[in-house]
Nanobody
Framework: QVHLVESGGGLVQTGGSLRLSCAAS????????MAWFRQNSRNEREFVAA????????AYADSVKGRFTISRDEPGNMVNLQMNSLESEDTGVYFC?????????????????WGQGTQVTVSA
C-alpha cells in the first residue's frame, strides 16, 4: 500500500523560503510521477509542480516558475519542493501526490495516492 508523508511546512514572511519533503513508501517509484498540489482559501486544489521519477522531467505552474524547484532523492524515495521568494498567494495546504503513469497531468483527479498535507503560511 502506498504511503506518502509530507513535512517541512510552516510560517514564513514574504520573500522567505521553505523546503517541503514527501517520503514515499510501499512501491517502487520507477515510472511514476510525483507532484505537489496546494489547496487555497477557496478550497481549490491547484497544481504546483511535478517530476517524472525516471528521467527527472519537471513541470511547473506559471505562478511558481523561477521561484520553486522540485527534485527527487532516489535513494531516499523522497521528493522535495524548494520554495523561494514566497508570496502571500503561496499560502495553503500543500499535498504530495503520486500518479502511476508516464505523463505529467495537472489535474488532481489523475493522481492515485495523496499525502495528508502540510500547511504553508506566508505572512506580510
Amino acid at each position: 500500500q502506498v504511503h506518502l508523508v509530507e513535512s517541512g511546512g510552516g510560517l514564513v514572511q514574504t520573500g522567505g523560503s521553505l523546503r517541503l519533503s514527501c517520503a514515499a513508501s510501499g512501491r517502487s517509484l520507477s515510472g511514476d510521477v510525483m507532484a505537489w498540489f496546494r489547496q487555497n482559501s477557496r478550497n481549490e486544489r491547484e497544481f504546483v509542480a511535478a517530476i517524472m521519477w525516471s528521467g527527472g522531467t519537471t513541470a511547473y505552474a506559471d505562478s511558481v516558475k523561477g521561484r520553486f524547484t522540485i527534485s527527487r532523492d532516489e535513494p531516499g524515495n523522497m521528493v522535495n519542493l524548494q520554495m523561494n521568494s514566497l508570496e502571500s498567494e503561496d499560502t495553503g495546504v500543500y499535498f504530495c501526490a503520486l500518479d502511476t503513469a508516464t505523463v505529467i497531468w495537472w489535474t488532481p483527479s489523475h493522481y492515485d495516492h495523496w499525502g495528508q498535507g502540510t500547511q504553508v503560511t506566508v505572512s506580510a
